[in-house]
């Protein structure tokens, strides 16, 4: 006779012989029931070939174990690497990660946060877009469900951050291209899209300063998040135009120092620190790609492996403490020094 497969929890729990509550508390956390229970509840999944709606028992949880992941802009290396430090650790404590890209647009990044309330997750772990978000549903967002932001800070909004400390990133870059060749100039966009951006150029004023340099801000044209087009065709205007006052220019991130290398190589400009180079190029994230553009990017390097742990040690203290009385908490990590051919 063909066995009868269950349609839902009820219909195994009838088969079984088990309590509903049982089963629930077993799919829970399996550890939670007895042995022998445990080995009859296993036995019967293999013989019946069920697998439970795992999300539809969320539901009736106040607490479940899923945790959402949200990111600016997945199809960046950078985010997609974080997000995958992040991922991982959850998995690693049990619980049942959910990756979502706002891909740069503000009205999909609240859209996102009301399908997370959907799944009732025990806790967020969020990357804002930072200056375009609805700072109002951000907001709202964090006082509603356990969340840590990480990358680009929203001021005062949320009980914790983790992210870099970017002032720290200028002065460090800064420091070492003063001291290995003339003063850099810094090249960004005129409305960047991350709110890091505009860290590292007061981190960058205040090192020149420092230095007895007079700083050298060149920005351009652009939005959004196609920073690689942007520092290439915007890079090539600025040659073209010499906006450079020096021979050494530092790009307010990686991506934007990609584009602006191949601005360089277009315009005929060897990027290098040899003697028969023109100019020189740093940036700064340490971007997964900028070890294989030519010349190697010099830049320094974000900690993304204690980003990520501290953000989900930080989420999972939140949710066990329920967030009662905890003051924010901001947590920033100094870059390192890449050195590379570029500079």
Not at 66 to 92: S, T
Request: charged share 25%; hydrophobic share 40%.
């Amino acid at each position: 006779m063909a066995k009868e497969k269950p349609k839902n929890m009820e219909e195994f729990a009838g088969l079984v012989g088990i309590s509903r509550p049982t089963l629930s508390k077993y799919f829970y956390d399996p550890d939670s029931v007895r042995p022998k229970t445990r080995d009859k509840i296993e036995a019967a999944l293999e013989h019946y070939d069920y697998r439970p709606n795992i999300f539809a028992m969320n539901q009736n949880r106040k607490l479940t174990k899923n945790v959402g992941i949200v990111v600016p802009y997945l199809a960046d290396p950078f985010f997609a690497e974080i997000a995958r430090n992040i991922e991982q650790q959850c998995i690693d404590a049990g619980h049942r990660p959910s990756l979502f890209s706002s891909y740069g647009d503000p009205a999909l990044e609240v859209d996102i946060l009301d399908t997370l309330r959907s799944l009732k997750p025990a806790g967020v772990l969020l990357a804002p877009l930072g200056r375009n978000s609805n700072r109002a549903a951000v907001e709202k967002f964090c006082a509603e469900v356990p969340s840590v932001l990480f990358d680009s800070n929203v001021d005062d909004v949320g009980l914790a951050f983790v992210g870099s400390d970017n002032a720290q990133f200028a002065a460090l870059i800064v420091d070492y291209l003063c001291r290995t060749g003339s003063p850099p100039c810094f090249f960004e966009m005129r409305n960047p899209a991350n709110p890091n951006a505009n860290k590292r150029r007061a981190g960058y004023v205040a090192a020149m300063e420092r230095l007895g340099h007079a700083p050298q801000i060149v920005q351009v044209d652009g939005e959004g998040w196609a920073f690689e087009e942007i520092g290439r065709r915007e890079g090539i205007k600025a040659i073209e135009e010499k906006r450079f006052a020096t021979d050494t220019v530092l790009c307010s991130n990686d991506r934007l120092a990609i584009g602006f290398l191949t601005a360089c190589y277009e315009k005929g400009l060897r990027v290098g620190r040899a003697s028969h180079c023109a100019i020189r190029v740093a940036g700064q994230d340490d971007h997964p790609f900028s070890r294989f553009t030519c010349p190697p990017l010099t830049t320094i390097a974000q900690d993304y492996a204690a980003i990520s742990a501290r953000a989900v040690e930080t989420l999972f203290r939140m949710i066990d403490e329920g967030g009662s009385g905890m003051p924010r908490d901001v947590t920033l990590f100094e870059g390192k020094l890449v050195m590379r051919d570029s500079a």
